[in-house]
């Protein structure tokens, strides 16, 4: 890899990171930047994978306040999460690579969707606070995080998306504490996964650490960004673009 490949995944994993943390869909970046530069659909998969870790440490890193007083809640969501991703890590292992290259399409165009559909997470959050929330979080919590974390091992794109509506929706939190719960969780499903792949398949480590480093600055960064950004009108555009890069691979899959 020579030193503009190395800037250009330095700068996507960025871009990855800053759009996870919008609209949730951080490999709608990261992964075809890596099919862009010629790794294999799989492997550029484990890769991506492992990269999010950083994104994950760099989100939580700057959600520290929020996590006050989380410690409870965390560890009983952290078993779903971990057992959620290593069954997704042995899922995509169990799949064959070109029948992986033919769901990669419907994954993303399905997360695309999701998001065009779904309401922000600010309007989710004001419609949570208007229900009452029985004390403590609901029973099938953490089998709700289970399930949510098999698909952000398996592949991940909108995984955020969901984990973060199922918070807001059943804990009754604020929009800030939620994301900052769904970044601990997802990270821990992401890890979990990036540790059976390390061990367990290939992994193109000279895409995988400028990648890292980028989605780590984007995760820094995200929060503010978030604060800040018009978050409906860039999640359309993060959804319709979403959606055309699942019609470019589809008929690069199928063609």
Same mark, same amino acid.
């Given at each position: 890899?020579?030193?503009?490949?190395?800037?250009?995944?330095?700068?996507?994993?960025?871009?990855?990171?800053?759009? +996870?943390?919008? @609209? /949730?869909? %951080?490999? !709608?970046?990261?992964? &075809?930047?890596?099919?862009?530069?010629? =790794?294999? #659909?799989?492997?550029?998969?484990?890769?991506?994978?492992?990269?999010?870790?950083?994104?994950?440490?760099?989100?939580?890193?700057?959600?520290?306040?929020?996590?006050?007083?989380?410690?409870?809640?965390?560890?009983?969501?952290?078993?779903?999460?971990?057992? +959620?991703?290593? @069954? /997704?890590? %042995?899922? !995509?292992?169990?799949? &064959?690579?070109?029948?992986?290259?033919? =769901?990669? #399409?419907?994954?993303?165009?399905?997360?695309?969707?999701?998001?065009?559909?779904?309401?922000?997470?600010?309007?989710?959050?004001?419609?949570?606070?208007?229900?009452?929330?029985?004390?403590?979080?609901?029973?099938?919590?953490?089998?709700?995080?289970?399930?949510?974390?098999?698909? /952000?091992?398996?592949?991940?794109?909108?995984?955020?998306?969901?984990?973060?509506?199922?918070?807001?929706?059943?804990?009754?939190?604020?929009?800030?504490?939620?994301?900052?719960?769904?970044?601990?969780?997802?990270?821990?499903?992401?890890?979990?996964?990036?540790?059976?792949?390390?061990?367990?398949?290939?992994?193109?480590?000279?895409?995988?650490?400028?990648?890292?480093?980028?989605?780590?600055?984007?995760?820094?960064?995200?929060?503010?960004?978030?604060?800040?950004?018009?978050?409906?009108?860039?999640?359309?555009?993060?959804?319709?673009?979403?959606?055309?890069?699942?019609?470019?691979?589809?008929?690069?899959?199928?063609?």
């Amino acid at each position: 890899m020579n030193a503009l490949q190395f800037a250009l995944l330095v700068l996507a994993g960025i871009g990855a990171g800053l759009t +996870g943390s919008i @609209a /949730g869909l %951080a490999s !709608l970046i990261s992964y &075809p930047a890596l099919l862009a530069m010629g =790794i294999p #659909p799989v492997t550029a998969n484990v890769t991506n994978t492992v990269a999010l870790v950083l994104n994950s440490v760099g989100s939580v890193s700057a959600s520290r306040p929020e996590l006050h007083r989380q410690g409870a809640r965390l560890r009983r969501l952290a078993v779903g999460a971990v057992l +959620g991703g290593a @069954a /997704g890590m %042995a899922l !995509l292992l169990l799949t &064959p690579s070109d029948a992986f290259e033919r =769901i990669v #399409p419907w994954l993303i165009g399905g997360a695309s969707i999701l998001l065009l559909v779904q309401k922000p997470p600010g309007e989710l959050a004001a419609e949570a606070i208007t229900h009452p929330h029985p004390k403590g979080d609901p029973w099938w919590l953490p089998v709700g995080t289970f399930a949510v974390a098999i698909y /952000g091992g398996y592949f991940g794109a909108a995984a955020g998306v969901m984990m973060l509506a199922m918070y807001l929706l059943a804990t009754g939190e604020s929009l800030p504490v939620s994301n900052a719960l769904k970044n601990v969780v997802l990270g821990a499903a992401n890890a979990t996964a990036a540790v059976g792949y390390v061990v367990l398949t290939s992994i193109a480590w000279s895409a995988a650490v400028p990648l890292a480093i980028g989605l780590f600055l984007g995760g820094r960064l995200g929060p503010r960004v978030v604060r800040r950004a018009p978050q409906k009108l860039l999640r359309r555009v993060i959804a319709v673009a979403g959606i055309a890069l699942a019609v470019k691979l589809g008929i690069d899959s199928y063609a």
